[in-house]
Structure formats: structure tokens, C-alpha cells
């Protein structure tokens, strides 16, 4: 056989050989689906890397990381520090009566409308941060612990203890921590072109079809057919959320009007 189709026959092997790798990998565009009220995306790049999203009424969660094939699984591992939710930064023995928490975002902007619970010898008192991110407790107690709440989320932070002789604490809210999702060794199983996943209920699976044709390894954009990185304005309707700049990309669902944020810290205004 001439050595010039011994060439192109190995070249036509290999081609059909990576077309039918490319195939079978899970690399690709996934959505959620038949679940009523709750949007959802996952993308799976060739590269190893993944981005996830889930909205569920006014609460958004985001994750980026690795994942990789383990037989008929794939499993995620979120990338990042899982750093804690609100910080104490500083306390102090004000001359005001009361006690004063106060709340504050990385860039010193108060956060309002968070739930505190304050604990005491006496048991657990509650308000919520005002305009300027101030919850106050007219107690005469010292206080022991404080936990915070945001009830969009469903979340309660672990108790902070605090030291007994100070009535004025500052803290930082974190709100990625709040807002990623820790996938640890996370397995999705494989069932054909649909990825089942048990991380929100160890007892209901979660679909996850794959889009066709294929999406390729760049996030989607607002306006796909638009090249600008421009600023855009990111709103969630009916979540009550005031209008943030953010940059691309964003992930867009298909049948909702919902723009995921990932920074809950610079969006209460609830």
C-alpha cells in the first residue's frame, strides 16, 4: 500500500478515534430539570474545570472548581478556602448603655436587614441590623455568643463568642461563604446524557440534561452575540434586590429571567 494511504488512513483513525473520545466525555453544558421553581446550570469544560449555579426564589448559590470522570460518576470539588460567614473584627467597652453589634461589608458599608441573636446569662435576645448595619440589644447582661441569621438563605451562622466585658462588636459579612456551594468529593452518576445529582437531598435526584449542539469552553454571556465586557446591570425581579454592576460572564437561564449575583454582601437591601 503507498506510504501516502497508509497516511491518511491513520490520520482518518485518529480522527474518528478522538471524535468518538470527544463523544463520550461529559464535557459540556447541562441544565436542570423537572423541578419545579428552581433553576439550575452546570458547565463541565474539557479543560477539567467546572462552574455550577442554582437559583431558588431569591436565594442564588455559585460554585466553581475540578472535576473528572470516575467511572460512571463525575465528581466535583469546589476550589477555594471555605472561609467563615461573618467575622468579628473588633469589640470594645463603650460608654453607651446596651450592647451594639454592628455589620459591616469588606468595603465598610453597613449591611442591613440581618437577624441577630444575642446570648446572654439570661438566654437569647434578637433584633435585626438597621440602615446603618446596627442591631441593638437594650440589655444590661453581658453578653456570651452571637449567631446571625438570613432567612432567604435558610442560614444560620455557628454561635461567635464574644467577650462579656465589651458591648460594642463589629463584624464582616462574607458573602460567598454563604453564597458557594462546598462541593467535596461530590459525585454526579453518569445515566446517559443526563447527570443525577443527591447534594441537596440524599433522598430526590436531580437531573441535569445536556445541551445540544455542545456548548464550547467559554461561560455565556448576557447577550451571546455581544463581544463588549462592559459593566452590565444584574438584577434578580421580585427578589427585592437593588441594581449592582457586574461584569461577565454570567450564566443565563433558558426559561427564567433570573441573573445569578454571587455577592449577596453588596446586594441586601431587603
Do not use: C
Not at 468595603?107 to 446572654?120: A, E, H, R, S, W
Not at 446596627?134 to 455557628?158: D, L
Amino acid at each position: 500500500m503507498p506510504a501516502k494511504f497508509v497516511y491518511l488512513f491513520v490520520l482518518l483513525a485518529a480522527t474518528a478515534s478522538a471524535a468518538s473520545q470527544s463523544a463520550d466525555s461529559p464535557a459540556g453544558h447541562y441544565y436542570l430539570r423537572g423541578v419545579r421553581e428552581v433553576g439550575s446550570e452546570l458547565l463541565l469544560r474539557p479543560d477539567g474545570k467546572f462552574e455550577y449555579m442554582l437559583a431558588y426564589g431569591a436565594a442564588d448559590y455559585m460554585a466553581s472548581g475540578t472535576w473528572k470522570r470516575d467511572g460512571d460518576s463525575v465528581v466535583l470539588n469546589t476550589e477555594g478556602k471555605d472561609e467563615p460567614p461573618f467575622k468579628l473584627l473588633r469589640s470594645s467597652a463603650a460608654k453607651s448603655s446596651g450592647i451594639r453589634v454592628i455589620l459591616k461589608r469588606p468595603g465598610g458599608q453597613p449591611v442591613p436587614n440581618i437577624d441577630v441573636m444575642l446570648k446572654t446569662d439570661t438566654g437569647f435576645l434578637n433584633a435585626r441590623t438597621d440602615s446603618d448595619g446596627v442591631a441593638m440589644f437594650e440589655s444590661s447582661q453581658p453578653a456570651k455568643s452571637v449567631m446571625f441569621e438570613i432567612r432567604v438563605y435558610n442560614f444560620r451562622s455557628k454561635p461567635v463568642d464574644l467577650n462579656p466585658a465589651h458591648n460594642e462588636f463589629q463584624f464582616q459579612i462574607n458573602g460567598e461563604a454563604i453564597t458557594t456551594v462546598q462541593f467535596k468529593d461530590e459525585r454526579l452518576k453518569i445515566d446517559g446524557k443526563v447527570l443525577e445529582m443527591r447534594f441537596w437531598n440524599k433522598d430526590e435526584v436531580m437531573k441535569y440534561a445536556k445541551q445540544y449542539p455542545p456548548t464550547s469552553s467559554t461561560p455565556l454571556h448576557l447577550d451571546s452575540t455581544a463581544e463588549s465586557h462592559e459593566p452590565v446591570l444584574a438584577v434578580l425581579p421580585n427578589a427585592g434586590y437593588s441594581l449592582e454592576r457586574f461584569r461577565p460572564p454570567f450564566f443565563v437561564m433558558p426559561s427564567f429571567s433570573l441573573i445569578p449575583l454571587h455577592r449577596i454582601d453588596q446586594v441586601f437591601a431587603r
